[in-house]
């Protein structure tokens, strides 16, 4: 279950196509590369006899039962998922999903962010969750908008400086 109490298979994951080719390459190495050399381990390990105290055996039976699951999740989201290209969002002046965003905080820092899905958010890269705080106070802002955003500190008003679609660049 999600923390919107759907089903994961019930709901739309946006991602940017970076986003879909990480997760899709790693499906790939999972089920190509990871899991076939682990069930591999698992059973020379079971030929052993007694599984109660075989290190090998019980270790990399954890590490199959979390493989497996990572597969799990991985193969749902990616089946339930919506690329958005930002190729197609040219000259869009509002800000929505796979938007670059300049903004200027409340202490005249400027911040630049890309709205990502959730597995794509990593903040040290400037890529937050578009369903965030900030990505929430910051859809369908345009230039010189200036929203408030509310945090656990309390509330923020920042200012949209620009926005982009700038197209990323990738080799998975």
Same mark, same amino acid.
């Given at each position: 279950?999600?923390?919107? $109490? ?7 994951? =946006?991602?940017?196509? =970076? ?6 390459? %790693? ?13 591999? &381990?698992?059973?020379?390990?079971? $030929?052993?006899?007694? #599984?109660?105290?075989?290190?090998? =055996? &019980? =270790?990399?039976?954890?590490?199959? #039962? ?37 903004? %200027? ?38 230039? $010189? ?14 200012? *949209?400086?620009? *926005?982009?679609?700038? *197209? ?5």
């Amino acid at each position: 279950m999600s923390t919107s $109490g759907k089903d994961i298979k019930d709901e739309i994951h =946006y991602m940017t196509p =970076y986003g879909h080719a990480v997760l899709s390459k %790693e499906l790939h190495d999972l089920m190509h590369n990871e899991r076939p050399k682990i069930v591999e &381990i698992v059973s020379w390990a079971a $030929g052993n006899g007694d #599984r109660s105290e075989n290190g090998d =055996y &019980i =270790y990399n039976k954890k590490r199959l #039962r979390e493989i497996d699951r990572r597969v799990r999740y991985l193969s749902k989201k990616l089946e339930h998922s919506k690329i958005v290209d930002p190729r197609q969002q040219q000259g869009v002046e509002r800000v929505f999903f796979g938007a670059t965003v300049n903004y %200027e905080r409340e202490d005249g820092r400027e911040v630049q962010v890309k709205l990502v899905g959730i597995d794509e958010a990593d903040f040290r890269l400037g890529k937050i969750n578009w369903l965030s705080p900030v990505g929430k106070a910051l859809l369908k802002a345009q230039e $010189g908008d200036v929203v408030k955003v509310r945090m656990d500190t309390g509330t923020e008003h920042i200012e *949209v400086i620009s *926005v982009e679609y700038i *197209v990323e660049e990738f080799e998975v």
